[in-house]
């Protein structure tokens, strides 16, 4: 049951008495009259006319003086209360505001609030522990000014985006602190109100959290598969070598059992190469070793050299490709070399993912804004609860994972999205399961 509130159950009372006082005052003026013109007539008694008036009056100016001081004590009363209320609630701001200042400054993560110019103010001791300051030293300091050269061009987007009241959220940056040690970390900024008590406005609380170890272990790990990698290339080129010109009669006739053998070595042995092509082409971009070389490109017969690699496959399954090229991406200025990894990957989902008799389409745009590739297929779509980790390393949907026919590492749209970040561009898609998917490529 919700707790009664005692203000509003003495504040009935006190105002149900008013009202039967002043009822009673009211009713009495008739009565009243009527003895002043004739007391005898209701009162037995000795007194004079006069003096039986005196009384009468006497008794209803008390009447009348308790009303009003009735009044005047609801009045008061009414002010006390809330002087009362106003002062508990003052007290309870206090105590909530000293709290939060207890726990804003005793946080373990850094903590820092910012004015409209992204100058820091009243930085918690953890962000102090942080950069190796005390607070004077960067205190009106440009937060973004901490950013690492390497992220200079980073530092100016995040600040244009803060100035625009756009969230910052978990992004990933270098900061420099005073010895000057370059650690990554996430900073997220976020827009806050004024608290009152505070002697600046900050308008902005940025955290930052330290991922540096993680970053570190993460770079062993790349580096470690990049050397796997680049160390089991040189067994597989091999042996697709002695494969090849096994199966090409090189070294005479095979027979219908042998060559059966020979085909199925080969096979595993190019998805072993393109499984180790990946793994290098990833390693090298979470190194920072994948180099943009831009030329003139054509789009179009990119795509025409990825189809006929993947012939086989779409004749096999009876899948039509609609091509609209429209004379579009004829000739642009990109890295043709990771362009076509772009291309190979989705046009290679696409046909995994089609079933038997589908459609894939292909649809090049280019206006003076933008330059568009899309590519639209009518397989077994992204399920609506996976399609936020769809880019995320090692991910595949579940729908995926149950097709028998179907396998993968979960690397491909990751390696994607990483080119294409990389080549200035951006990816989307749409799609609905059962239906299909549309993946949007601006470059």
């Known amino acids: ?48 006319p006069v003096e039986t008036q005196f009384v009468v009056v006497y008794i209803s100016l008390i009447i009348i003086s308790v009303l009003i ?132 406005p900050p308008i902005g609380l940025a955290t930052i959290f330290d991922i540096t170890e993680q970053k570190k272990l993460d770079e062993a790990k790349t580096e470690f598969v990049s050397l796997a990698s680049h160390q089991l290339r ?64 054509n789009v179009q017969e990119l795509f025409e050299s990825v189809l006929v690699e993947l012939s086989e496959q779409i004749n096999k399954k009876g899948i039509r490709v609609e091509k609209r090229y429209r004379d579009a991406l004829l000739n642009i200025k990109n890295d043709p070399k990771l362009l076509r990894i772009v291309i190979q990957n989705l046009l290679s989902n696409a046909v995994k993912y089609t079933p038997g008799n589908g459609t894939i389409t292909v649809t090049l745009k280019q206006s003076i804004f933008e330059k568009v590739i899309t590519i639209t297929d009518s397989g077994i779509g992204i399920p609506k609860q996976e399609q936020n980790r769809i880019f995320t390393k090692m991910f595949r949907a579940q729908n995926a994972r149950n097709l028998i026919t179907s396998q993968g590492t979960g690397l491909g749209l990751y390696m994607v999205k990483s080119i294409v970040d990389a080549l200035g561009g951006s990816i989307s898609f749409v799609s609905e399961e059962n239906k299909g998917s549309s993946f949007i490529v601006k470059i």
């Open 1 to 48: 049951m919700p707790k009664e509130n005692p203000f509003i159950r003495h504040f009935i009372i006190s105002l149900s008495v008013f009202v039967v006082l002043l009822c009673v005052v009211v009713f009495s003026f008739t009565l009243i009259q009527k003895i002043l013109v004739d007391p005898q007539k209701y009162f037995n008694t000795d007194l004079s």
């Open 69 to 200: 001081a009735y009044i005047l004590y609801l009045i008061l009363a009414s002010r006390t209360r809330a002087e009362l209320i106003a002062r508990s609630i003052t007290k309870s701001l206090v105590i909530s505001r000293e709290q939060f200042e207890g726990i804003y400054e005793g946080a373990p993560v850094p903590y820092i609030t910012l004015d409209k110019k992204a100058c820091i103010h009243n930085p918690n001791k953890a962000a102090l522990r942080f950069f190796g300051v005390v607070s004077e030293e960067i205190e009106d300091k440009n937060l973004f000014s901490f950013l690492a050269e390497e992220d200079k061009n980073k530092a100016e987007k995040l600040l244009q985006r803060y100035e625009a009241n756009i969230p910052i959220n978990r992004e990933e940056v270098r900061m420099i602190t005073k010895s000057g040690v370059i650690k990554w970390v996430l900073l997220s900024v976020f827009e806050m109100s004024n608290p009152e008590s505070w002697s600046y």
């Open 234 to 297: 040189t067994p597989a080129t091999t042996i697709k070598w002695y494969t090849d010109m096994l199966t090409s009669g090189g070294i005479g006739q095979l027979s219908p059992k042998q060559d059966d053998y020979i085909n199925r070595v080969h096979k595993v042995n190019e998805e072993m190469i393109d499984l180790v092509d990946t793994l290098l082409n990833i390693s090298k971009i979470e190194i920072g070793t994948f180099s943009v070389e831009s030329k003139a490109t």
